[in-house]
Every structure is written in C-alpha cells, then in structure tokens.
C-alpha cells in the first residue's frame, strides 16, 4: 500500500517535533506573572520603564530590565497612569490567529482527520481495486511434473487433489474435507509450486496471498482483506487459497519480532480462524499455506479443523537436486557434454529456487558467448558466478595484494587438502568476485546432515589457513582475512553453546534465545556470570588449538605452499586435479630432498 508504516511512523515524528517546538515557543514567551495591585504599586513608586499591552494582557519592564506580566481590569486606567508618566507603551492586538495556527490541539484534529481520510481510503478499496494483493484466480497449467526431488511431499499431497476433484465421493457420509494445509520449509524449495501445482493437477482456481499483506498498520484492514478473500474464494469453490508467509499473521500471540501491530495481528489471524472454522459443507476451499518457521506460529492455528495437515519440505538430496535440474533442462537446449547427476553432486545445499536459477544462469551464459546450447563449463561459470559473485574484471590490484591473497587461498586449500576430515578442494582462485580477493571452494563428497567435531575443528583450520599462511609468509596480516576468522569464531561458539562439544562445560546448550529474540534485544541468559567467562575461553582454546595445529601443519608443508601460490599467480584459476598433482610432484621432490640429505649425513665425517 502507498500508505506504509514508514510514511506514518515520519508523519508521527514530524508532529512530535512540531509540538515540542511549539511549546519551546511557549516556554520562552512565559514571563513570571504579579498580580495587578502589584503592578499598580510599582508603577505609583515609577520603577516601569516601558510597557507592551496586548488585548488585557500587560508586560511591564521595571528600571532593572526585568520583565513580567499582569493582567489588567480595565486598560483604560492603566493607560492614563501610563501616559502621566511618560512611559513607552506598545500596543498589540489580540494575538489570535497566530496562537491558534500552532494550537497543539488543531494540529491533532488535522492530523487525526487525515489519517483518518487515509483509512477509508484503504478500506474502501477492496480486492477488486488491490490487483497487487490478491492474484486474481486462473486455471494453472502447473502439474506434479513440474515438482521434483521431493516425493514425499507430493504423495502427501495427492491426497488434496483428489477432495478438490471429487469432494461428494468424500463428504456422502457426513465426514467433511480437510481444510488446511500447511507447507514447512526453508525458502525456495518448492512450496509456492507445489500449492499451484495441487491447484493444476485438480483444475481449480488458484488464489494467492502473502501474510505480509495482512498485516497492515490499521487495525482491521488485514481482517477485511482476510473477510475478501475468503468470500471471493467461496464464490468459485472448489479452489485453492495460497497463503505464503503465514508466520507473518499467525506467529503465536506475544512473541517477540513480530512486525505491524499487535491489534492488527491478532485481528487479522482471528478472521482467519473464524472463516476457516465458518466453511459450509459443499464449499469446498483448501487453504494452503506455506511458512519456513513453524516454530513460532500460534497453536490456535494448527489445531484440528485448521491446519492440522503438515507437510515438511526438505532441501532436495543428491538424486532430488538431479531430477529437479532435469525439470529445468527440459526448458533448455543442453550440450550433450553436460552430466546433470555431475552437476548434482557439485551443488549440495542448492534449493530447487536456486537449481532452477542455476540453469538459467548457464543458459544466460552460453548465449552471451554466442553458443547454440549450453555446456559443462557455462554451468560450471554460471555456478561460480552463483556462489562467489560475479568476476571484477576492472578491479585494480597490485602485484603484492594478489602474492598475498595466492598466498592466503593456497593456505587454505592446503590445510583443507591435508585434514582427512576436511571437505576436499574443488577450485582455488585469486580472480576478485564480490567482495573476495579469492575464494578456495570446497565441496562435500556427500550431503551432510550433522557434523562431527573432528569435521568442525578441520573447518576451523581450513579457514584459519588463509591468515596462517599470511603470517608464515610475510609475517603481516592483512583485513582479507576477517570473514574467515569470523566464520571461524562462529563455528567455535556453536561447538561450544548449541552442541555441547566441550568437555568442560558438558553437554548442555547454552543458548536460550533465537535470532528474532535478540533482534528485538530481550536477551535472557539463563547462565551465570562465571559460566559466560568458561564459555568465552572454551571458545578461545577451540580457536588456539586450531591455530597452533594450522601452523604446523603449513610450516611442514612450506615447499607445497610456495608451489601452490606460484602456480596460482600463474594460472589464476587451479581445480582439485590439479592442486592434487602439485601436492604430489612435491611429496617426491621433498622425498628425493630427504634421500639427498640422507646421503649427506651419511658420507659427513663423524
Ligand atoms: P518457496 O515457495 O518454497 O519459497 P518456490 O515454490 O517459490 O519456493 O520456488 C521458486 C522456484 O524454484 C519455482 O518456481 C521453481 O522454478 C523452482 N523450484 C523450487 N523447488 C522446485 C522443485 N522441487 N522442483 C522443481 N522446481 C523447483
Ligand atoms: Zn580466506
């Protein structure tokens, strides 16, 4: 809406503003008030100097400069005593137009009777004017087809489709259908496409609406739109109602983070409830709706008759992200190079939203290089381009800022190369993109669900390896590192507060709020003082172990480092093959070194 929170919370402070000056105004012309005798008293023993009357108000100044007020009876009295003695006298008349202009009180009836002006306005446009609110309903031609690598799911669901296309098979008995679906899930996995495809497969129309609609900054309106919204979609039943981002209205009542008011929430998520519950028999609306954190929606919401079917969307594994590339495949013409089951192993973590964004960026690829279909290598620059940012071709670097960050990312792929537990090395590169000098890209051979200590404490090192390297090389570290030691620092702390992998503080966590708690700032600890200090060096130690094993691990390996970064200030751009050749034509250089060495001490006179 045009009228956003924004607009209201500057129009409120404005007006705050405005009054405080108004009252400054005020304070500054306040003079200390006598009482008539008083002034009539002065002014017989001539201590006024000069006078200023204003409608009955008079301000004398006496022989010292002081001024005050009184206020006069009869001017006219005041005025012949005045004139007697030769006193200067200025006349104003009533000061109304100007008091009245800044009157706190009108500035309050504008204000209030332009907000209220404004709500009307809001109210009075319902959905058919909001065409950016509601979708307006279509038949979509999206099926199960289009969904991919979550088998699950959709079986849960064919289940929807089938009381969509077929409700009087299931309600002859008595028995009614089951009305809301909720779909739980990190973003981008699928849920907006698998409530349109319920919609596809079962040929209803498709109603959508976000929660962050609802709430509005007015208390009511969310409910009207929810009241609209529901009678539109009454009207064309069977029919599907997409709620996405239901967690914006239904988070459970006095939970923290919470955006817009909390009248107009709990109103809004009330005339939820309320028509969810009031459905006729034979009107046959499935509410869909999506949200990635069910952990903070009211229980209200998913009581039975609401939304107690819950499905649970999982980013896809390695075959799931396989046969959702295949999807978008369909929609491309692919180079008979490009294996997708590759591709697949090499994304583990992507979405289907970002798979599919990853095959239109290969495509884009391809065709700004003038190809007739697309190959392993526009993938492969497409993903890098995906997780490391676009290539600053026009960066201006020095020779000595990219020997440290070949030096940096080659300290890093070393150390990961070394570990046993470390994720292995896919690609190192000094070519800057984004924010990166480099980037050392690691992939998981497989998709990890829990990580054991010994994985983390090898992430730990990969990352402390950059500035480790630094250190060794030119004794100096640089800012490159910070992002690194941040990660670091970060994995350190949930080793310690989430998964109890200390061995002095014990398996306990010790983290009592989430992230939406510490955003409104009502932080409660539920340790002491002394715990916190324990927890501070657990963390430390972590980092210090880690630290002192990268570096012996990189003094020992300092013939590979060189080589490395070497190879790197060469090439810009070194994948796992190749790293794993320099890795080993040093073993047999160093071993060769040891034989020679050998000898040496061998034919050394004793
Ligand atoms: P969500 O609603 O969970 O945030 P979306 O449904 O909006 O995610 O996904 C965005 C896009 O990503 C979809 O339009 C589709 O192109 C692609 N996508 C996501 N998940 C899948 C999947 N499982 N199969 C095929 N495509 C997918
Ligand atoms: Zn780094």
């Not at 000595?400 to 070949?406: D, I, P, S």
């Not at 829990?450 to 950059?466: A, F, H, K, N, P």
């Not at 966590?509 to 002394?530: I, M, P």
Request: glycine share 8%; hydrophobic share 40%.
């Amino acid at each position: 809406m045009n009228f956003s929170f924004r607009n209201f919370l500057i129009l409120i402070l404005v007006a705050i503003a405005v009054l405080i000056a108004v009252d400054f105004w005020k304070a500054e012309k306040k003079l200390p008030e006598v009482d008539y005798s008083t002034f009539m008293a002065q002014l017989n023993d001539k201590e006024i100097t000069k006078v200023t009357i204003e409608g009955g108000i008079i301000t004398a100044t006496d022989k010292f400069d002081r001024q005050y007020q009184t206020f006069a009876p009869d001017v006219k009295t005041v005025l012949e005593k005045l004139e007697k003695q030769n006193i200067t006298i200025t006349t104003h008349p009533l000061k109304g137009t100007s008091s009245l202009l800044f009157s706190p009180l009108l500035l309050i009836i504008v204000l209030g009777g332009w907000m209220y002006f404004l709500m009307r306005q809001q109210k009075g446009s319902g959905f058919a004017k909001n065409s950016t609110l509601i979708t307006p309903a279509k038949k979509l031609n999206i099926t199960f087809e289009d969904v991919a690598g979550i088998p699950e799911a959709k079986e849960e669901l064919v289940e929807t489709v089938e009381f969509l296309k077929n409700s009087g098979k299931f309600t002859k008995l008595g028995g009614h259908i089951p009305k809301g679906v909720l779909l739980q899930g990190p973003p981008g996995t699928g849920k907006t496409l698998l409530a349109k495809a319920i919609a596809g497969e079962a040929g209803v129309p498709f109603y959508s609406m976000s929660g962050s609609d609802f709430v509005e900054m007015f208390v009511g309106v969310g409910a009207s739109r929810v009241r609209n919204l529901f009678d539109q979609a009454k009207k064309s039943a069977p029919c599907i109602i997409f709620i996405d981002e239901i967690d914006a209205v239904g988070r459970s009542r006095g939970a923290a983070g919470a955006q817009g008011g909390q009248d107009e929430r709990e109103q809004t998520l009330n005339a939820l409830l309320v028509e969810m519950d009031g459905f006729k028999s034979g009107e046959t609306v499935i509410i869909v709706a999506a949200t990635n954190r069910p952990d903070v929606l009211d229980p209200a919401l998913l009581r039975p008759g609401r939304f107690d079917r819950q499905v649970n969307i999982l980013p896809p594994d390695v075959k799931g992200r396989e046969k959702i590339l295949a999807v978008h495949a369909k929609k491309l013409i692919m180079g008979k190079d490009v294996a997708l089951f590759k591709v697949a192993k090499s994304t583990p973590g992507f979405t289907g939203a970002e798979l599919a964004n990853l095959m239109n960026e290969s495509a884009l690829m391809a065709a700004r290089k003038n190809k007739n279909f697309i190959e392993t290598i526009d993938i492969e620059e497409a993903k890098d381009r995906i997780l490391m940012g676009a290539e600053r071709k026009g960066m201006v670097i020095t020779e000595q800022e990219r020997k440290v960050t070949a030096y940096h990312e080659a300290g890093h792929a070393i150390v990961a190369e070394l570990l046993p537990d470390a994720d292995p090395v896919h690609k190192i590169t000094i070519i800057p993109r984004g924010r990166a000098m480099g980037v050392t890209q690691q992939i998981p051979l497989d998709d990890r669900h829990s990580y054991s200590r010994e994985y983390l404490r090898s992430r730990i090192m990969t990352l402390l390896g950059g500035r480790t390297a630094e250190e060794i090389i030119f004794n100096q570290f640089t800012t490159g590192a910070s992002s690194d030691l941040q990660s670091a620092t970060e994995i350190a702390t949930k080793m310690i507060c989430e998964w109890g992998m200390s061995d002095l503080l014990g398996p306990r966590a010790y983290v009592v709020a989430d992230q939406s708690f510490l955003q409104t700032g009502t932080v409660k600890r539920s340790y002491s003082e002394e715990t916190a200090r324990a927890i501070d060096m657990e963390i430390n130690k972590i980092i210090e172990d880690c630290y002192q094993e990268t570096m012996i691990i990189l003094e020992g390996k300092i013939g590979f480092l060189h080589k490395l970064a070497e190879t790197l200030l060469l090439s810009e751009t070194i994948d796992a093959e190749e790293v794993n050749i320099i890795l080993k034509s040093n073993e047999i250089s160093r071993q060769n070194e040891e034989m020679l060495r050998g000898r040496q001490q061998r034919t050394l006179p004793t």
